[in-house]
């Protein structure tokens, strides 16, 4: 497998065609983006600590059945992966009150919820990812009911095996937001599941162990996202 031109640079990955028409590399960089892309900052070994906790992670979930864009960690800081036309949705799972579900509806961080909440969001920088819904997906064409459907099971599937898998280790998965392409026209998980888009809280102390330390100017932020590969078996 060949290694060919970039074909899209994101805020903190870059892709790259290779000579299979149907497999791309992701490439983990050291760049930690917030709000959008507002704050920016480079942190150390962050790309390879990001790559490593996504391939353990798309491995069981591909173990449990949640069918994947990934195909195998190729070095450090690179994953081979299948070619997905992405969708402009974000698909959130909450299991705690935190972040913008807190902001919106003044509800303090850590508050319980009866059960799980799900949240589509569109995928745009610009308008800082506003909240939609089933129709908005629907009615401008991005999916179709039937995917609306089947976004909705597959993210919440994710939540039985990774919830499971966290707190094994200790930790509290509060909220995480996946996203998801069509290859050969199935609906595989595409990007990535890291640190950088869930939240993970140490289940005694409360302590955050997710992208809301850079957010919020907490400190050590690729330390503990270290730390949280190494609760969940991943090794570095
Ligand atoms: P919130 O809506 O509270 O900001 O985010 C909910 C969850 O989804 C958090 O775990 C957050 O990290 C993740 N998330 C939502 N939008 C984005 C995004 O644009 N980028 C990343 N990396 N994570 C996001």
Known sequence: ???????????????????????????????????????????????????????????KLAEAGVKTHFVERISETESLVKSLSMLPIECIVRNVAAGSLSKRLGIEEG?????????????????????????????????????????????????????????????????????FGRFQGELLLGDEFSPDGCRLWDTETGEKMDKDRFRRDQGNVIEHYIEVGKRIGVTF
């Open 111 to 179: 508050t319980a919820l009866k059960r799980p909440i799900f949240e589509f969001c569109y995928k745009s920088d610009a308008l800082n990812d506003p909240l939609i819904n089933d129709d908005h997906i629907v009615a401008l064409g991005w999916a179709s009911e039937e995917d609306v459907s089947a976004l909705r099971e597959l993210t919440f599937k994710v939540n039985e095996v990774l919830k499971p898998l966290f707190a094994k280790g200790n930790m509290t998965l509060v909220d995480y937001k996946l996203e």
């Open 1 to 59: 497998m060949q290694k060919q031109h970039e074909l899209h640079r994101g805020k903190s990955k870059t892709v790259y065609a290779t000579d299979h028409p149907d497999h791309v590399i992701m490439q983990f960089r050291d760049d930690a983006t917030a709000f959008n892309g507002v704050k920016h900052a480079l942190l150390d070994k962050k790309g390879e600590t990001n790559n490593k906790i996504n391939a353990f992670i798309m491995q």
